[in-house]
């Protein structure tokens, strides 16, 4: 569908200088120096084109729900355009009272010996695309695509969560203390 052709809203999203966003179908494509990102936008009812420093999105209608999806398309492009130039970071905080525990990455896999005095390590995959640093007792959680590098977070969390147990009590565990650049409290 042309963009002359839609009569609904138009979002334009500014391309910061040194970054590169190519359209392959409905699949966008963004290349910065911190890497590449790409992302299907399904929907047959917007146009996306590329015109000089800008990316155009278009709706055919002005319904609720077209622009609902606009805007979440937008808020998708503005995190790859992020992501694309300075990165998402995530940093997460090991808390360990009663036993220490310790949070090692080998390769791809990330594991936590001696979680509460437990002997067997609780460990999971690191997901490519994400690479993750443990430096004493903060662990840094860094990706270009926002969903992987959160996602690995919330894995990590979840890693050391105890079920059963009162979380204001038994404090041992991964926290995460920031989201891609906002202080969690």
Not at 10 to 23: N, R, S, W
Not at 27 to 46: M, V, Y
Not at 105 to 134: A, C, H, W, Y
Not at 148 to 171: H, K, M, N, P, Y
Request: glycine share 10%.
């Amino acid at each position: 569908m042309a963009q002359e052709q839609l009569s609904g809203l138009t979002a334009l999203i500014p391309l910061p200088q040194g970054v590169e966003a190519k359209i392959d179908g409905s699949t966008i494509i963004i290349k910065g120096r911190k890497g590449e990102s790409a992302r299907k936008l399904p929907g047959k009812l917007f146009s996306i084109a590329i015109h000089g420093g800008n990316i155009t999105l278009a709706t055919a209608k002005d319904t609720k729900r077209e622009k609902k999806m606009l805007w979440t398309y937008d808020a998708h492009i503005r995190n790859m355009i992020k992501g694309a130039t300075a990165g998402h970071l995530y940093r997460l905080k090991v808390c360990s009272g009663h036993f220490p525990m310790t949070a090692v990455v080998t390769g791809k896999k990330f594991s936590v010996k001696n979680l509460l005095g437990e002997k067997v390590p609780r460990e999971f995959m690191i997901r490519d695309g994400v690479q993750v640093k443990v430096e004493g007792d903060i662990i840094t959680v860094e990706s270009v695509q926002k969903e992987l590098a959160g996602q690995c977070a919330a894995s990590i969390e979840i890693l050391t969560r105890r079920s059963g147990f009162d979380r204001r009590v038994f404090q041992d565990g991964i926290y995460i203390i920031e989201k891609d650049g906002k202080e969690i409290r």
